[in-house]
């Protein structure tokens, strides 16, 4: 009982970290914003750090990391997964000017920071390792041209599950991408554009992941039950929560979408990879 008090404190204190970190940036620089949607963003925010905690939490037990590596592999995990794929997407799918700001990215750095530190602190992995002698000892197992080719594959597989994926999403988002009456400013661009950027995405994503899988223990399904739930909440959910600018059907569906891209993805991720 005392177990799970203490697991539902660490959950909310990472809650209540995310969306302090994500509400003082706008604090300091004085955005203004309605009394309203500053409160439906500070509680998407709490929402995001809470399911990033209760996701991350199976990953954690896994590990063999000391806190400052645990902190750097939750860091790159959200800060990479969590905000920069999905800045890299809304910049490439917008007509006109990015919507994307330096604000937006200096405040995604500082609450991933924030996040990922206070789980690291809370979340102790079950033993100490060095995060650079688990890359090196994980990287050992593969030659320079085996490691090279597998990493290609696995951004092959990230494209490939995403455009399949995404072309099934299509017949039901259409209309937000092709009426500008609907003032959402959404495009789709051309095929190779999305092809090259899903492989950089893809490529991005397996370099941000390297930590975490260089220290977990966990191996075949019982890896895939950890790390699969932790990619579709960190990639798909967080991102969509904090999307308050579009109707709550396309944020739905966008996450349906990218929480089955994330489960197949991860499945393609071990099989590559031999995990």
């Known amino acids: ?16 970290a995310f969306a302090a970190a ?8 004085r955005w203004r914003s309605g ?8 509680l998407a925010a709490l929402a995001s750090g809470c399911l990033f905690a209760l996701a991350v939490r199976p990953v954690v037990a896994s590990l063999h990391l000391s806190v400052p590596g645990t902190f750097v592999a939750l860091w790159l995990l959200l800060f990479v997964l969590g905000f920069c794929l999905s800045m ?9 000017p990015s919507p994307i700001r330096i604000q937006h990215f200096l405040g995604a750095l500082f609450t991933s920071v924030v996040a990922a530190g206070t789980c690291a602190l809370l979340m102790r992995a079950p033993s100490g390792g060095s995060l650079v002698a688990n890359l090196e000892t994980w990287l050992d197992r ?18 490939v599950a995403y455009c399949v994926i995404g072309s099934v999403t299509w017949r039901f988002v259409r209309p937000y991408y092709t009426d500008p009456k609907l003032g959402l400013r959404l495009r789709v661009p051309p095929g190779p554009i999305v ?9 991005l994503t397996v370099c941000a992941l390297a930590p975490l899988l260089a220290a977990s223990s966990a191996h075949g399904l019982d890896w895939w039950t950890r790390f699969a739930p932790a990619l579709a909440v960190t990639c798909g959910v967080i991102p969509l929560l904090s ?3 579009w109707p709550v059907y396309l944020r739905v569906v966008h996450a349906i979408e990218i929480v089955v891209f994330a489960l197949v993805y991860a499945f393609a991720l ?3 990879l031999q995990i």
């Open 243 to 245: 999307a308050a600018g």
């Open 35 to 42: 009394a309203g949607r500053q409160r439906a963003s500070t």
């Open 1 to 16: 009982m005392t177990s799970w008090i203490a697991g539902a404190g660490d959950v909310l204190a990472v809650g209540a």
């Open 22 to 29: 994500g509400a003082l940036p706008e604090v300091l620089l």
């Open 195 to 203: 092809v090259l950027l899903q492989i950089g995405r893809g490529l």
């Open 270 to 272: 071990g099989r590559i």
């Open 142 to 159: 593969y030659g320079w041209s085996e490691r090279a080719m597998r990493l290609f594959g696995t951004a092959v597989a990230f494209m």
């Open 88 to 96: 890299s997407e809304a910049i490439a799918f917008s007509e006109g």
